[in-house]
């Protein structure tokens, strides 16, 4: 078994997957399929790690009255369940897909989290953090803030992990993704549109993309992380700045592909993978997870072949990068 892994989900979701020809806004639709699946990033990320071989607990906040999906899911994963249940309803986020590719989401904000809550979330971490056996080797937080949790709140979960010396792996937006920075944060991954916010502009292509990942990790992130969808992934890191390019593939649904990015870069980072091969192997695995509903699956029949077809280059050396990770 691989590296134990911590994973907090505040902001989980029950992903309603609809998949339609066309949406046409303001008319009744038609359905062609439909799939209620326990998702959030955190519950994502938590599902691409134990694909991978790690054990991996779960935690965050659930609401008790519709559980029974995730209950069932992470039985089924073999997921520790440590999330705490809180009054009310996990919230549902719908996903639009048409045929032509293009993916609209709508997400709830969440349900309320209270103080009390807050601090049983904060006795649950110290206790993971703190453990004789099986002390998680990494901690990743993924996923928007549910009311009542403040980005302030977030960096202190941040700057616990960190105290405790493990690496905090942070994918999440907005004055979140301030304060997971300002907090020590190791490794953040936000995506083009994420990026652009942070760095106060409008839309980031090319170089501007590039000189925006090098100020994230200027401003003391270890591992930044952009996803740009089909146009690849940037990595600027403790191993030197990288990019990947995916190959070509039928978009379905790109719900799940950042998630699976962020849990396999992790998985190659831990497992001590060099980082071209390391990258190479999220980058795949994040393609291979928008031709269908759900995460990426490495045990897809043509994975070895999506790693070949990814497109690994140095961009601080200039040398194109080789070799695939089993
Ligand atoms: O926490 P957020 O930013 O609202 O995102 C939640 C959504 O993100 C996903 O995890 C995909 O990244 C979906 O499963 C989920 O509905």
């Known amino acids: 078994m691989m ?8 902001n989980p979701a029950l992903d309603l997957s609809v998949g339609l020809e066309r949406l046409a806004p303001g008319r009744v639709n038609r359905t062609r399929e ?26 965050g906040f659930l609401g008790s ?18 999330c705490l249940r809180v009054p009310g309803e996990t919230r549902t986020n719908v996903k639009l897909a048409e045929d032509d590719g293009r993916v609209t989401d709508i997400n709830g904000p969440g349900v309320i989290i ?7 979330l904060i006795g649950e971490l110290e206790r993971r953090l703190t453990a004789s056996t099986g002390r998680p080797r990494a901690v990743v937080i993924a996923g928007s ?18 105290q405790a010396g493990l690496p905090a792996w942070v994918d999440t937006s907005g004055p979140a993704l301030d304060a997971a920075i300002a907090a020590g944060a190791t490794a953040v991954k936000p995506n083009e549109h994420e990026l652009a916010v942070w760095a106060g502009q409008s839309a980031l292509d090319g170089a501007a993309r590039h000189a925006a990942a090098r100020r994230l990790r200027d401003a003391d992130v270890e591992e930044a992380v952009v996803s ?31 998630d699976t990015l962020v849990a396999a870069l992790l998985h190659g980072v831990l497992e001590e993978a060099s980082p071209d091969a390391a990258l190479r192997l999220a ?6 997870a928008v031709r269908h509903v759900g995460v990426g699956r490495p045990d897809a029949a043509d994975f070895s ?22």
Do not use: I, Y
């Open 3 to 10: 590296a134990p892994v911590l994973v907090l989900s505040l």
């Open 34 to 59: 439909t799939h209620l699946e326990a998702a959030g990033k955190g519950v994502n990320v938590a599902r691409v790690l134990v694909a991978l071989g790690h054990r991996v607990t779960l935690s």
């Open 65 to 82: 009255d519709n559980d029974g999906v995730f209950r069932r899911a992470f039985e089924t994963l073999g997921v520790e369940d440590a």
């Open 114 to 120: 209270d103080a009390e809550a807050w601090l049983r």
């Open 145 to 162: 803030l549910p009311p009542g949790v403040t980005p302030d709140k977030l960096g202190e979960l941040v700057s616990r992990v960190r």
């Open 228 to 258: 740009a969808g089909a146009d690849g992934v940037l990595w600027l890191g403790r191993g030197g700045d990288w990019q990947a390019v995916p190959p070509r593939v039928a978009a379905v649904n790109t719900v799940g592909a950042g």
């Open 283 to 288: 980058t795949a695995l994040s393609a291979e």
């Open 305 to 326: 072949e999506l790693q070949r077809q990814t497109r690994v280059s140095r961009l601080d050396e200039g040398d194109d990068a080789g070799g695939a990770l089993a």
